[in-house]
């Protein structure tokens, strides 16, 4: 059984004098330890779509119709109790600006104490052995140094790994993936893609990947969704939606 399904989804944004349909019923899923790629142009819907999972929309906008199944809990249902819960614990997010996830006056290996499951015995630290081993988990061979470093004395490469960092501390069942490596250099990219697919292995997390380059989700995904003005145009395997015409 999947472990998100998403059935007949739509979200408006209300603005004064306008209404945007962003997101028009689309049903997908994604089932455990498998990764699940959403493509399509900018506008398409798909960052609403990420949003709406987690009940994280911008102001003005709304979940107009359709439901959330996460482990059979329905998203759009829960009190903010459970739904805070569901995001701290359950599902990861990654966007784009890994700048905006981080805190410019803090510390990575802090920032990272901070996201690691509560524990007995006190609060971690920068350098506890439990976030050198998660800094080690998203690819840094120096720990050590890597936990006193400040996000500005990071490149945007290492930012992003820390994010995701930060996103699987908890180790959740999923991880939605917003255009996690666009503006990242080519090399740079595969690395962090890789790192993803390897957590995937690892830890079986499920990923929710969404992009506007098809290329990149069909190398990625186990099968992929493509949208178009908020709805679901054609869904296969990679393969499939390659090469169909
Ligand atoms: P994406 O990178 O997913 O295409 P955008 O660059 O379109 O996202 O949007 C960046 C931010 O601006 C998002 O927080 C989005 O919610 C917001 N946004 C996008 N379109 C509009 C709009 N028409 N009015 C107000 N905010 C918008
Ligand atoms: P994508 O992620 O595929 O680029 P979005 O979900 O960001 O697409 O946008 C889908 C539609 O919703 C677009 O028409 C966009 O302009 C609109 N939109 C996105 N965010 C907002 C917002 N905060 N306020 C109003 N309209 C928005």
Do not use: W
């Not at 709406?52 to 107009?64: C, D, N, Q, T, Y």
């Not at 439901?67 to 359950?90: C, P, Q, Y």
């Not at 840094?140 to 790994?161: C, K, L, T």
Request: charged letters at 25%.
């Amino acid at each position: 059984t999947a472990l998100l399904s998403v059935r007949d989804l739509s979200v408006t944004y209300r603005e004064r004098d306008s209404t945007t349909q962003a997101v028009r019923g689309i049903t997908f899923e994604v089932g455990p330890g498998e990764a699940f790629g959403l493509v399509g142009e900018s506008g398409s819907g798909k960052s609403t779509t990420a949003f709406a999972i987690v009940r994280f929309l911008a102001e003005g906008g709304h979940i107009e119709g359709g439901s959330v199944a996460f482990r059979g809990l329905d998203l759009t249902k829960i009190d903010d109790e459970e739904l805070r819960e569901v995001r701290a614990n359950d599902i990861g997010m990654v966007y784009q600006e890994p700048a905006r996830a981080l805190n410019p006056t803090m510390r990575v290996g802090m920032q990272l104490a901070e996201r690691l499951p509560p524990r007995r015995g006190g609060r971690y630290v920068a350098d506890s052995p439990a976030v050198l081993e998660l800094l080690e988990r998203v690819g840094f061979s120096d720990p050590r140094s890597i936990a006193a470093r400040y996000p500005h004395e990071m490149s945007g490469g290492q930012q992003q790994r820390i994010v995701i960092g930060m996103a699987v501390a908890r180790e959740p069942d999923l991880l939605i993936l917003d255009e996690a490596t666009t503006g990242l250099d080519t090399l740079v990219e595969a690395e962090v893609l890789d790192l993803v697919d390897g957590l995937r292995r690892d830890l079986g997390t499920s990923m929710l990947m969404i992009s506007h380059d098809l290329g990149l989700i069909a190398s990625r995904c186990d099968r992929v969704s493509i949208m178009q003005d908020g709805v679901i145009v054609e869904s296969g395997s990679a393969t499939e939606v390659l090469t169909s015409p």
